[in-house]
T-cell receptor, first 115, second 111 residues
Framework: GAGVSQSPSNKVTEKGKDVELRCDPI?????LYWYRQSLGQGLEFLIY????????KSGLPSDRFSAERTGGSVSTLTIQRTQQEDSAVYLC?????????????FGPGTRLTVL | KQEVTQIPAALSVPEGENLVLNCSFT??????LQWFRQDPGKGLTSLLL?????REQTSGRLNASLDKSSGRSTLYIAASQPGDSATYLC??????????FGQGTTLQVKP
């Protein structure tokens, strides 16, 4: 079946612009995660959605970052007033049910470059 | 705060060798632990998931062990092949599934 998909695959933007990154999880997966992979920091957790529960936003690096998940499916990560340090690969993952320890499946990522 | 360390950072071996990748974590209160593979410019591929109550998991030439109390996991790769060349990431998770990643071990298997 279809895996996790992300769009766009690459995004180049100018400093100060807003960007939106999209994630389509595997159908039926209740949990959705955003991670960021940058050269200096490795892979780091950003935000987690589980069903209708309040999201865990503990990994968001600043209030310029926000995310939403509509209808329990598609998620959008928004970065406002982008800075050069936001340049990274943004990865989305989904799992069937995290409380039973299900595998997380990752999308191919969106490479964001802020000029 | 969970911290994950992977040793070695890089490894180069000739084809056919058996090898061990090491992962240590500071907080033993984990829910499970996943090993991933990442090819250059690609996303992550899940290799093995070990539940906190398990000691090991096997898939083909891969075997992962978990010693939760000592905060250690190892990934054993048997009879390595050039196609195994990639970065291997260890990631223990909390009960919400949030993964904390190590910096990875970059493996090169020479033909």
């Amino acid at each position: 079946g279809a895996g996790v998909s992300q769009s766009p695959s690459n995004k180049v933007t100018e400093k100060g612009k807003d960007v939106e990154l999209r994630c389509d999880p595997i159908s039926g997966h209740t949990a959705l995660y955003w991670y960021r992979q940058s050269l200096g920091q490795g892979l780091e957790f950003l935000i987690y959605f589980q069903g209708n529960s309040a999201p865990d936003k503990s990994g968001l690096p600043s209030d310029r970052f926000s995310a939403e998940r509509t209808g329990g499916s598609v998620s959008t990560l928004t970065i406002q007033r982008t800075q050069q340090e936001d340049s990274a690969v943004y990865l989305c993952a989904s799992s069937l049910e995290p409380r039973v320890g299900d595998t997380q499946y990752f999308g191919p990522g969106t490479r964001l470059t802020v000029l | 705060k969970q911290e994950v360390t992977q040793i070695p950072a890089a490894l180069s071996v000739p084809e056919g060798e058996n090898l061990v990748l090491n992962c240590s974590f500071t907080d033993s209160a984990i829910y499970n632990l996943q090993w991933f593979r990442q090819d250059p410019g690609k996303g992550l591929t899940s290799l093995l998931l070990i539940q906190s109550s398990q000691r090991e998991q096997t898939s083909g030439r891969l075997n992962a062990s978990l010693d939760k109390s000592s905060g250690r996991s190892t990934l054993y790769i048997a009879a390595s092949q050039p196609g195994d060349s990639a970065t291997y990431l260890c990631a223990p998770s909390s009960n919400t599934g949030k993964l904390i990643f190590g910096q990875g071990t970059t493996l090169q298997v020479k033909p």
